[in-house]
Structure formats: structure tokens, C-alpha cells
């Protein structure tokens, strides 16, 4: 059951991810970058708050339905009570500063429109919560089908609307609120033990939420302030339309890490309730090395051919920030490392120190945009997500190894680390030497099969990392 429930839940992160791009792919030919710059900033604008509602409650209902006999009917009605009350707050503070937002971002025009964002709180909150109970209740496949449902709707409904009335703005805001209205008719999961007596108290159930919603929020912040920024600092539509077309084609890896730290959530909670250290410790050092690993090549990768997708994805007019790709890409690995070892704490239930040190990274993100905007431009936000990930890792591996039977091998991390860099740039180097000899459409291929090839075989660590990490998605002890 669980083998097929995690790859129904990947197949629908697949469906969203692959939904999510058509849209932008669409939004970006048919707007141009000026406007679709516009409609990056609305959307980060919904992404930031998102956390909110979709993190903390929805997690904290699902740890309790999978494993207490507790009346459902009564513990939706008291969650969805909580939810609402997180909904008015947020719904309230959108109220006094999404108009001061939009003078902000200089985007005054859609100050109107981008009050949608206020009616599809609530209806996300709900939709999500409903997914928590389906979760608890190892209903994988509906939990999966209402996700791709959503996807789906969302893509057809928004490029209706955009053929219809032109405005990309309007098309995806009311797109987004019709799908999830639409997708929570199959949201519907059972009531169990309606005789039970057991009562989770508000205080236990709020206990069990901040933690995570409060990690995921800080890490939402980091993920999808870049763009506001951008426009908030004087970057041109265009300017931001560019940067977020390539910045999409680099977060298709944050999709895929997503499957694996949330197919590693339960196998780390189940170790670590077991106290199996070794195995435990196997798991995530594994974890750690294989999505470094795969960094590693999407940096190569999208460095090598980040152009030639661009301009056969969105047009050649979003060129200019072709070489934004490699390190948004090689950004996005290292902050879900951070996301993987929040989780661990999260799951340790460790002292919520944790989140005082990804508050101050987001103070530090802020402080070095600040420092690197002129002279770095749309280049600013990754390079700055690459340096507060990689101290923020740095601290977070710290705090396990010294609270929990050193959890990770520092040394043999590091040294394995260094070689993939090595590799990395090695590899870069003789691409930009090759490149004027022969077309680099083809020695870009024949280097990077190169380099998969020999960092997999040559490196044994990797080797183990990457058949391990597969093991621990198919549900089977290696």
C-alpha cells in the first residue's frame, strides 16, 4: 500500500509541476515580459502567504488521524475552526497592505484584481485541511487524484480565461480560486470512530502546527520573495518577466526534491522512533549526498542547455536572463537540503531553536540582496539563497550531530562534496573550451553524459547515495 501510494503522490507532483509550466510556457509567449513579469509578481505574492494554509494543521491532523483512534467529524469541525481563524487574520492583514503592496511593486493597475488572492484563502485552507485528513487516513489515492484534479483545472480554466479576456493577472488569480472549488468535491474522506471519547485539546493541536507552519513559511519567504524584490528594488516588468522565465525551468528540480523529502519524512520518523541509529544514519547521509548530487548535474545541465530550452520553451525575447538557470537550479538543491534537515528537527521534535537561526538567515538573505543587487542584478537572488543555504546547512548539521548520535558524516560528506565540485567545474570549464570547436548543443551532451557517468561509477559514495535514495522511494529496505 505504501510502494503505490508513494508513487501515486509522485505522479501527481509530476502532474502539477508539468501543469504549472504549460501555464507559465503559455502566460510568457502570449504576454510578453513585461506582462508576464506582472503576473510573476502576483503569484509570488500568493506563494509567500500559501505556507499558511497549506503547512503546520494539515500535518498536524494527519499525524493524529494515522495513528489515534479520534472522532474525525469532531476533529475536522475543530481544525476547520482553527483554519477559518488563521483565514480572517490573513484575509484582515491582506486588507491593510496588499494596496500598499501594489504601490510598492508599481503594479497599481492590478491593485483590484489582486484582492482575489482574499476569496481563495479561505477555500485553499479548507481544500488543504481536507487533504491532511486523507493523508491521516493513508487515502493515498484520493489525496492524489484531488492534487492532480486541481493541477488540471487550474491550467484550463486560467488559459480560458486568458484567451477570453487577455488579462493574465485576472486568468490565473480566478483560475486558481475556480480549481480549487472545483477539486475539493474530491476531497471527501471518511468519518472514522464516531463513538470515540478521545479529545485533542486546542493547545496540543496548535502545539503540533507552529512549529512546521513557521519553518515553512520562513522557507516560502525565501523561495518566492526574489521576484518582489526585484521589482521592489526598480528591476524593469520585462527585466522580471525574464528572470522568471528562466528561474521556472530551475524550479522544476524543487518539485522533484519535494517528493523525496516528503517520501523520507515518515522513513525518518519511523527510524528515529525505533532509535535505529545506523540505519537512521544511512538514510540521511544518503539523502544528503544524492540530492547534491543531482544539484550538482541540473547545474551542468541548465548551464550547458539553459538557452536552448528557453528559446524553444518561452522564445528567444527571454534570452537576456538565460544564464540565471545553472544557479537558480544549483540554488534551489541546496536550500531543500535545508528544507530535508528542517524536517529531521521537525520530526526529532528538537528545541525550536531551529527556527531562530532560519529567521536570521532570512535577515542575512534580505542584507545581502540589499549588498549584491547593483552589482549582480537578476543574478542577486540565487547567489544569495547558495550562500545563506550552505550556512544554514552548516549550523542545522551541527545541531543534529550534536544532539542526536552525530547523525551525519561530516568528514566523508565534505570530501564527497569536493569531488562533485570538482567534477562540476571541470566539466564547465572544457564546455566553454569545447564550445568553439565543435557545436555546443553536442559537446555539452557528450560532456555531461561524461560527467554522470564518471561522478556515479567513480565516486562510491554517490553510487550508494543515489541506489539507496531510489530504494527509500520505492518503500523497500535496501
Same mark, same amino acid.
Request: aromatic share 12%; glycine share 6%.
Given at each position: ?5 508513494i508513487?501515486q503522490?509522485?505522479?501527481s507532483?509530476?502532474?502539477? =509541476?508539468?501543469a504549472?509550466f504549460?501555464?507559465n !510556457?503559455?502566460?510568457? #509567449?502570449e504576454?510578453?515580459?513585461a506582462?508576464?513579469?506582472?503576473? $510573476?509578481v ?8 500559501e505556507p ?7 500535518q498536524?491532523v ?10 474525525? #467529524?469532531?476533529?475536522? #469541525? ?7 481563524? *488563521?483565514?480572517?487574520v490573513?484575509?484582515?492583514? $491582506? ?5 500598499? %503592496? ?6 497599481? @493597475?492590478?491593485?483590484?484584481?489582486? /484582492? ?8 485553499k ?6 487533504l ?10 484520493q489525496h492524489a ?7 488540471f483545472?487550474r ?5 480560458v480565461?486568458?484567451?477570453i ?22 476531497? #471527501? *474522506?471518511?468519518?472514522?470512530y ?9 493547545? +496540543?493541536?496548535?502545539?503540533l ?11 516560502? !519567504?525565501?523561495?518566492? !520573495?526574489d %521576484? ?5 528594488f $526598480?528591476?524593469? @516588468?520585462?527585466?522580471?518577466? /525574464? ?7 530551475g524550479?522544476?528540480?524543487? *518539485? ?5 523529502t +516528503?517520501?523520507?519524512y515518515?522513513?525518518i520518523?519511523?527510524?528515529?522512533? +525505533?532509535?535505529?541509529?545506523?540505519e537512521?544514519?544511512k ?8 540530492v ?6 541540473a ?5 550547458? *542547455? ?10 528567444a ?6 544564464? %540565471?538557470?545553472?544557479?537558480? =537550479?544549483?540554488?534551489? $538543491? ?6 530535508m534537515?528542517g ?6 521534535e528538537?528545541?525550536?531553536? /531551529? ?14 540582496f ?6 549582480l542584478?537578476?543574478y542577486?537572488?540565487?547567489?544569495t539563497?547558495i550562500?545563506?543555504?550552505?550556512i544554514?546547512?552548516?549550523l ?9 548520535h552525530s ?9 564527497? !562534496? ?9 566539466? &564547465? ?28 561509477f567513480?565516486?562510491r559514495?554517490?553510487?550508494?547515495? &543515489?541506489l539507496?535514495?531510489?530504494s527509500?522511494?520505492?518503500a523497500?529496505?535496501?
Amino acid at each position: 500500500m505504501v510502494t503505490k501510494g508513494i508513487i501515486q503522490e509522485t505522479l501527481s507532483k509530476v502532474v502539477l =509541476a508539468v501543469a504549472g509550466f504549460i501555464l507559465n !510556457i503559455i502566460l510568457a #509567449r502570449e504576454l510578453g515580459p513585461a506582462d508576464y513579469g506582472v503576473v $510573476g509578481v502576483v503569484l509570488n505574492i500568493m506563494f509567500v502567504i500559501e505556507p499558511l494554509l497549506t503547512n503546520g494543521l494539515r500535518q498536524a491532523v494527519s499525524m493524529i488521524v494515522s495513528s489515534q483512534e479520534v472522532n474525525t #467529524r469532531k476533529l475536522w #469541525r475543530q481544525s476547520i475552526t482553527l483554519q477559518l481563524i *488563521f483565514s480572517v487574520v490573513l484575509v484582515a492583514v $491582506g486588507l491593510l497592505l496588499l494596496g500598499r %503592496v501594489a504601490v510598492w511593486l508599481n503594479i497599481e @493597475e492590478h491593485r483590484n484584481t489582486l /484582492y482575489l488572492i482574499l476569496a481563495i484563502i479561505p477555500i485553499k485552507g479548507i481544500f488543504f485541511l481536507n487533504l491532511g485528513f486523507l493523508n491521516g487516513q493513508f487515502n493515498y489515492k484520493q489525496h492524489a487524484l484531488a492534487n492532480s484534479l486541481y493541477s488540471f483545472f487550474r491550467l484550463i480554466i486560467s488559459l480560458v480565461l486568458l484567451y477570453i479576456t487577455r488579462n493574465g493577472v485576472l486568468a490565473v488569480l480566478v483560475g486558481t480560486l475556480a480549481a480549487y472549488l472545483l477539486a475539493m468535491f474530491f476531497t #471527501r *474522506f471518511d468519518w472514522q470512530y464516531p463513538d470515540s471519547t478521545l479529545t485533542i485539546p486546542n493547545r +496540543q493541536l496548535l502545539g503540533l502546527t507552529w512549529g512546521a507552519l513557521l519553518f515553512y513559511l520562513l522557507i516560502n !519567504i525565501i523561495l518566492y !520573495i526574489d %521576484v518582489l524584490l526585484l521589482r521592489g528594488f $526598480g528591476s524593469t @516588468e520585462a527585466t522580471v518577466g /525574464y528572470y522568471k522565465a528562466s528561474a521556472n525551468i530551475g524550479s522544476l528540480l524543487y *518539485f522533484l526534491f519535494l517528493s523525496v523529502t +516528503q517520501v523520507s519524512y515518515p522513513v525518518i520518523a519511523k527510524l528515529f522512533s +525505533q532509535q535505529s541509529w545506523q540505519e537512521l544514519k544511512k538514510v540521511a547521509n544518503t539523502l544528503f549526498l544524492s540530492v547534491f548530487y543531482t544539484s550538482a548535474l541540473a547545474f551542468a545541465f541548465t548551464f550547458f *542547455f539553459a538557452e536552448i530550452f528557453i528559446k524553444l520553451l518561452f522564445g528567444a525575447q527571454y534570452l537576456p536572463a538565460a544564464g %540565471v538557470t545553472p544557479w537558480y =537550479a544549483l540554488s534551489i $538543491g541546496l536550500l531543500s537540503i535545508i528544507i530535508m534537515l528542517g524536517n529531521m528537527m521537525i520530526t526529532f521534535e528538537h528545541k525550536k531553536n /531551529y527556527l531562530f537561526i532560519l529567521l536570521g538567515s532570512l535577515v542575512l538573505y534580505l542584507l545581502l540582496f540589499l549588498a549584491l543587487y547593483k552589482p549582480l542584478e537578476i543574478y542577486a537572488p540565487p547567489v544569495t539563497i547558495i550562500i545563506i543555504s550552505v550556512i544554514t546547512a552548516v549550523l542545522f548539521v551541527a545541531i543534529l550531530n550534536r544532539h542526536y548520535h552525530s547523525v551525519f558524516d561530516v568528514k566523508n560528506l565534505v570530501k564527497n !562534496i569536493g569531488v562533485l565540485l570538482l567534477m562540476t567545474a571541470a566539466a &564547465v570549464a572544457l564546455q566553454l573550451l569545447a564550445s568553439k570547436v565543435v557545436p555546443p548543443a553536442l559537446s555539452g551532451a557528450l560532456i555531461f553524459t561524461a560527467l554522470a557517468l564518471v561522478s556515479f561509477f567513480a565516486v562510491r559514495n554517490v553510487r550508494e547515495a &543515489v541506489l539507496h535514495s531510489v530504494s527509500i522511494l520505492l518503500a523497500k529496505k535496501k
